[in-house]
């Protein structure tokens, strides 16, 4: 069964090695028939050069109702970004598609 999204996500990353975190959000999603979203995503980063800021993306609803999504590609690293409703707000993780091997935790309210 299908939960509606919320009109936005905002909240944190965090790279567990070194506690490094950063926030992040997902403004204007739109759900579309098939099962996807759209939403403009701002992913900052440490260096702020490499931040996303309000991109456009197509994102999926998982069979779980939770969101997944790619966080594009800025200085050389870009993730993959998934998220599952909890009884605290949204929570997850976000891989490296970069070959980095970063695991990064995901919360947002």
Known sequence: MS???????????????DGTEQVFSLKDIQ????KTFSAKLTWWQTNSWCATRD???V????????????????CGISYLA??????SGWVGKA????GYGLMLDLRAD
């Open 31 to 34: 759900v579309q028939p098939d």
């Open 3 to 17: 939960q509606e999204l919320p009109p936005s996500l905002s909240g944190r990353w965090r790279y567990p090695a």
């Open 82 to 87: 998934e998220l599952n409703r909890s009884s």
């Open 59 to 74: 994102g999926r609803q998982t069979i779980s109702g939770g969101i997944a999504f790619d966080v594009p590609r800025m």
């Open 95 to 98: 891989s490296s598609m970069s």
């Open 55 to 57: 991109v456009p993306i």
